[in-house]
Every structure is written in structure tokens, then in C-alpha cells.
């Protein structure tokens, strides 16, 4: 690498609900940060606090020595990344490009390959926490690629996130990600299904939840998204369809290895339902819609 980390200049591109967090963390640290995002409007208030918009990725590339994505799916990644006008074809020989969006391990690969051609450096690092890990910068970041790559951009994780786990080579920190969203899509099931019983015999589900978060039923949804289903706030931390589009990711890596994944596959199913419903920019805690409405 021609920089180090101290001294970077850093590109965001994605500044959504989790990615306008990360950004701000990165910019409040003092480094140069140039942004783009496809919406203007939702880069506005880091571009009030100092950040550099830029008109394309290809122009943002080219300004920066580590680029860091947090976009919606894995067709995005792939437009922003490959091609004349991608990251890979304009960026400066030694940067680093980091996606932090959940995606596909197989495009994490090429990403991967396609960067080691150019003289550049490649991690897949998606995370999880949601909007609350985003904003408290406490994401779990799971990563995938060559170690020295990692311990030299340690330091931006670090603002960012408070586990930090190197899985293995390219792909690994996407196949990672699935394991963490497999374990949700059945726990998110499971945290509904408790409150509709609760509701169902008559108990107070507020005081059911104080009850039994803290044994082994406790869980990160459970806690955090639990009340919200309670309070009937929809708004999302992670929006509906994109947990569909990770879902899908993970089944079809699934059936590539031969895997059954049951509960996998009932949780897509109903989280489809919901969207089929209109209801695929609310947040994942909406599923709690499907079991009040059967009630």
C-alpha cells in the first residue's frame, strides 16, 4: 500500500441507514472522506460536516487510497466494482476496497481476483449490529481476504465496529454473514412466535420479555427488536427486503453444497409474504405482523 492508515483518504460510497453512521465515524475521526451515494439527499449532512461529494464512483476512486461500499444488493455491488466505470478500472494502485455489503461470497471472489490484477487490495466485510451497532459503532465485521490487508486497515474497522474477526481468504467474511443471518431468520421466528403465545394467554408481553431476555431464550433480537415489535414501530434497522435478498444469497450457497435448510426456508417464505403485503421497506421486526394478524 502507498498510504498508511493514519493518513488515508477514505471513500464511502452507500450512506443509507447503516452506511451514513459509519461514514459519520470515520469523518468525525479526522480523515478525509469523499462520498457518493445514488440519493444526494442522504450524503447531505456528512457533505455539511466536511465531506467531499464526488459525481461517480469512478471519480471517487481515483481521490481515494481506501474505498469502503455499504450498498443493497449483490447486481449493485457488481455495477459498482466491474466495468469501464467501476471502482476496480479507476482506482489508485495499492488502495484497498473494502465492501461491507452483504453479497454473494462467489462475486466476493471475483471482486477479489479481478483487484489482485490491478495491483489492488480486497476485503469482503460485511457486518451486523443494525442500525443501533451502526450508529454506537459496534458492529460485528466479519472479513474475508489476506491478513496483512486487514491488520493495515485495522484501525478504520476499528471506528467502526467492536468485534472484528478475519474469517479467512476472499468470500469467507460473506459466507460468515450468512451464518449470522441463517441464526437470525429462525431466532426472529422465534421471538414473534413467543410473543404471540404471550399475547394469546393473556400475558403482559412487556413483562414477558423482561422475564426471559435475560436467560437462555436472551438474543440480540429478543432485546433490541423485541420492544419495538411491542410498540408497533415498523421503521427499519434493516429493511425487510434486503434481509429477503440475504436469505436468498444463503439459500442458493446452500443448495450449491448440498445443504437443507428448513428454517431458512420458512422464514424467507413468510418474510415474502410481508413484502407480497406492501411492507418490504419496514424493518425486520414487522414480521410480528404475520403472527398478530393470524391471531
Same mark, same amino acid.
Given at each position: 500500500m502507498n498510504y498508511s492508515p493514519e493518513n488515508a483518504t477514505v471513500g464511502f460510497i452507500g450512506t443509507g441507514v447503516m452506511g451514513a453512521s459509519m461514514a459519520g465515524h470515520i469523518l468525525k475521526?479526522?480523515?478525509?472522506?469523499?462520498?457518493?451515494t445514488r440519493t444526494r439527499t442522504k450524503?447531505?449532512?456528512?457533505?455539511r460536516?466536511?465531506?467531499?461529494w464526488q459525481e461517480t464512483p469512478a471519480e471517487l476512486a481515483a481521490a481515494c487510497d481506501v474505498i469502503i461500499t455499504m450498498i443493497g444488493y449483490p447486481q449493485d455491488v457488481e455495477a459498482v466494482y466491474l466495468g469501464e466505470q467501476g471502482l476496480i478500472a479507476?482506482?489508485?494502485?495499492?488502495?484497498?476496497l473494502i465492501d461491507m455489503t452483504t453479497s454473494s461470497p462467489l462475486l466476493a471472489q471475483r471482486i477479489a481476483e479481478a483487484c489482485a490484477a490491478r495491483g489492488l487490495h480486497a476485503l469482503d466485510a460485511p457486518v451486523s449490529g443494525g442500525d443501533v451497532g451502526a450508529r454506537e459503532a459496534r458492529l460485528s465485521i466479519m472479513?474475508?481476504?489476506?491478513?496483512?490487508?486487514?491488520?493495515?486497515?485495522?484501525?478504520?474497522?476499528?471506528?467502526? %465496529?467492536?468485534?472484528?474477526v478475519h474469517q479467512?481468504?476472499? %468470500?469467507?467474511?460473506?459466507?460468515t454473514k450468512m451464518c449470522n443471518q441463517i441464526a437470525i431468520a429462525s431466532n426472529m421466528m422465534g421471538v414473534c412466535e413467543a410473543i404471540a403465545y404471550a399475547q394469546s394467554a393473556g400475558l403482559n408481553p412487556q413483562t414477558v420479555l423482561q422475564a426471559i431476555a435475560g436467560g437462555a431464550a436472551g438474543s440480540w433480537s429478543l432485546a433490541n427488536l423485541?420492544?419495538?415489535?411491542?410498540?408497533?414501530?415498523?421503521?427499519?434497522?434493516?429493511y425487510i427486503k434486503h434481509f429477503i435478498k440475504d436469505m436468498g444469497i444463503a439459500l442458493d450457497a446452500a443448495r450449491e453444497m448440498g445443504l437443507s435448510l428448513p428454517g431458512l426456508s420458512l422464514a424467507e417464505s413468510?418474510?415474502?409474504?410481508?413484502?407480497?403485503?406492501?411492507?418490504?421497506?419496514?424493518?425486520t421486526q414487522a414480521l410480528i405482523q404475520y403472527y398478530l394478524s393470524s391471531q
Open positions: 475521526a479526522g480523515y478525509p472522506l469523499h462520498v457518493y450524503a447531505e449532512e456528512l457533505v460536516q466536511g465531506a467531499i479507476n482506482a489508485r494502485q495499492g488502495s484497498c472479513i474475508g481476504g489476506e491478513e496483512q490487508t486487514v491488520t493495515a486497515v485495522r484501525p478504520l474497522l476499528e471506528l467502526l %465496529g467492536s468485534n472484528i479467512g481468504a476472499a %468470500g469467507a467474511g460473506q459466507h423485541g420492544p419495538r415489535m411491542l410498540a408497533g414501530d415498523y421503521e427499519p434497522g434493516f413468510l418474510y415474502r409474504q410481508l413484502a407480497e403485503q406492501g411492507l418490504e421497506d419496514k424493518g
